[in-house]
Each structure stands twice: as structure tokens, then as C-alpha cells.
């Protein structure tokens, strides 16, 4: 407060905005208004440059008013907006930031993503992954390109990742490797292109293939190894391989042989038997893949008493004993059993008991 001359109060008072102040004076009758900025203080309009407004202090919470895209070019901002987890009337929430950098990170459509809330306007800058042109393969004979093709996530108009590149690169080494190409490379190439896209080009060499050059088996005594090869669906590799594939190593088969050789044992009394492991190895000395079963056989079982117990009244259990195919005495051999269970399982039914059930 100061004195005029006069004796006349006059008050002053400073109106602060971010573009600098004004003052303001009051007489006895007498009202002064000031622009800031060219904008008409009055009527109350303050345009705000989101590039320039300051950054919300860390722990700040404000209201979001807008959401301001940068940087993309293919993709519309609304498909961008859609996938944030904060709305223009929320506050500006840390998690809900990170949650939002998760989702577009999720799409695959970005290679880079910023989130930052200048005033009350939320500012998401992002940076778009390139487009795949095309994609080729170069060097392969053994495999077929529309093999290839049918393997490869990336394919024309589809986002470019390397994470992408890398698993296409990982699917065509399997498929060699299932043949017995073993010592296959795969390489993908990038080659960029106008507009943001990019030609890959995979580069192959197939190498030879790799075959079975022994079948072992350890633990085995009931039954020779000769016995037991014959018995799995994986062969030794020789003159006739042209007319086999199961010369080369297939995990899958593996998996089988497996449980061939459990069905066989099983047929034979040894209700026990275990394949401990089934591994195999490169030999470099004899050039191929050899091929171990280690087997636990057990003890081997036969067929003590065997009857028919039922708790339908209205069945003979004299009649069903005859359906039964395993006799006492005879090797154990799970395969007259399932028969048995089958053929009593067929004839309740007859007898209209469609839902009974026989247990061994």
C-alpha cells in the first residue's frame, strides 16, 4: 500500500501469468486492465504449448487433460490412445505409465516407446518397427521354400522385429535338424528399404545329413539287442537308407521307441520294466548319432489265480469267467488283459448294463 500526494489511497496489486505480469490500478474510479501476451486477460484465455509447458515434478500428481501422440506415421493415433491404461479426467499415475509402455511394447508394432506428462497434457512419442517388404531364402535344396514360408511369422506387411528374426531363424534350424541336417546355419539378413520397410532374406546352408550310426541298449538281459532294434521304430543307418527316414534322429521318435519297448516288456511278463533314458549322441569317430536305451527290466511276472467278482446281483460271474483270456500259469502279458476287460465290458452290455465298468 502506498500514499499519493494527495492523501488518496491507491492500491496495487501484480497479476502473475506464465508469460511475465502486469499491474493492475485501482483509483476512486477507475479500473486498468493489461494484455499478456496479446490474449485478453479479462476474458480468461491462456493458450498452452504442450512442448513448452514444464515437466510434472516427480511425486506430482495432476490431472490429464489430453493425450498427444508424436512420431508415428503409419499407425493412427487413436489405435495408439487405445492401448494406454491412462484417460484424459485421470491423474497422471506412474504405474499406469508403465502398464501403458507394456501394451504398445506388446503390439509389436513399436521398436521404441516414451510416456511423459508435460502439464496436463500426457505426451506419448513412439517409434514405429519398419514393415517387412519381403522375405526370401537363399541356399536351400533339401527343404522346399514353401516349407519354409509356412514356418517364417515374418511374412510382406507384417511388422519387423529381431525377436521375430531370431525365432524364424530358430523354426528353420528345426526343420533341418528333423531331417538329419544337423550342421544346417541359418542366418537372416536385413536390407533396408524406402518408407520405413525392409527386405529379410534368410540365408541357408544345409550342410549333409547326419545319421543313426548305432542303436545300444544297457540293462537289458531277458531280451538281446538285436531283438530289442527291431522292436523300435528308429534303425541303424545303411545300404537301404534311401528307402527309410528313420535313420535320422527325431526326438519325437524317440519319445515312441520308448514306449514300445515298455509295451513290449510288458507283453512278456516284466510288469516293472522302465526305460531309464534314451539319449543320443554325435560321434565324430564313426560320423553319425549314437543312439542308448538304458532299461530297468524287473523282475519277470506270471498269471497266479484269476476270477470274476461282481456287484451287479443280476449277473453270473461262472458265465464271465470264460470271457476272460489269461490263464493261471501263463506269462504275464498286459494284452490279455485289456482283451479281457473288453470282452466283459462287450457282453455286460448286451446284458443291459451299458454303463458297467470292469476293473483289473
Known amino acids: 500500500m502506498s500514499h499519493a500526494r ?9 497479476v502473475q501469468s506464465g508469460d511475465g505480469g502486469c499491474l493492475v490500478s485501482w483509483g476512486k474510479v477507475r479500473l486498468a486492465l ?5 490474449h485478453a486477460l479479462a476474458a480468461g484465455a491462456l493458450a ?11 511425486g506430482e500428481a495432476m490431472p490429464v487433460e489430453a493425450i498427444q501422440v508424436e512420431g508415428n506415421a503409419r499407425i493412427e493415433a487413436q489405435s495408439v490412445r487405445a492401448h494406454l491404461k491412462l484417460a484424459p479426467g485421470q491423474d497422471y499415475d506412474r504405474a499406469l505409465a508403465d502398464a501403458s509402455l507394456k501394451a504398445l511394447y506388446a503390439t509389436g508394432l513399436f521398436a521404441d516407446v516414451r510416456i511423459e506428462q508435460r502439464g496436463s497434457v500426457l505426451v506419448v512419442s513412439v517409434t514405429e518397427n519398419p514393415l517387412v517388404d519381403r522375405v526370401a531364402f537363399e ?19 507384417v511388422p519387423f522385429t529381431r525377436n521375430k ?4 531363424r530358430n523354426r528353420l534350424l528345426e526343420i533341418y535338424r528333423r531331417q538329419g541336417y544337423y550342421a544346417a546355419k541359418v542366418e537372416p539378413k536385413i536390407i533396408q528399404r524406402e518408407q520405413n520397410r525392409v527386405d529379410v532374406v534368410f540365408e541357408i546352408s544345409e550342410g549333409r545329413i547326419i545319421k543313426i550310426a548305432a542303436i545300444n ?20 543307418s545303411g545300404k537301404l537308407d534311401f528307402l527309410k527316414t528313420s535313420v535320422v534322429y527325431d526326438p519325437d521318435r524317440m519319445n515312441l521307441d520308448r514306449e514300445l519297448l515298455r509295451a513290449h516288456y510288458l507283453e512278456n511278463g516284466y510288469a516293472d520294466m522302465r526305460v531309464v533314458s534314451a539319449t543320443a549322441e554325435l560321434d565324430a569317430a564313426k560320423d553319425g548319432f549314437i543312439v542308448t536305451f538304458a532299461i530297468d527290466e524287473g523282475q519277470k511276472y ?42 466283459l465290458t462287450l457282453h455286460l452290455a448286451k446284458y443291459d448294463q451299458p454303463f458297467a465298468r470292469v476293473k483289473p
Open 48 to 58: 498452452i504449448d504442450p512442448a513448452q509447458a514444464r515437466p510434472v515434478a516427480a
Open 217 to 236: 541298449f544297457t540293462g537289458n538281459s531277458a531280451f538281446p539287442a538285436d531283438k530289442l532294434r527291431s522292436v523300435v521304430s528308429t534303425s541303424e
Open 6 to 14: 494527495n492523501g488518496s489511497v491507491r492500491r496495487m496489486a501484480r
Open 165 to 168: 528374426a531370431q525365432a524364424d
Open 302 to 343: 506270471w498269471f497266479g489265480a484269476i476270477g470274476v467278482q461282481s456287484s451287479l446281483p443280476a449277473i453270473d460271474t461262472r458265465a464271465l469267467t470264460g470271457l476272460v483270456q489269461a490263464k493261471a500259469g501263463e506269462t504275464y502279458n498286459v494284452q490279455l488283459i485289456d482283451k479281457s476287460v473288453e470282452a
Open 34 to 38: 493489461c494484455l499478456i501476451a496479446g
Open 139 to 157: 541356399g536351400n535344396s533339401a527343404v522346399d521354400k514353401k516349407t519354409l514360408e509356412g514356418e517364417a511369422q515374418l511374412k510382406s506387411r
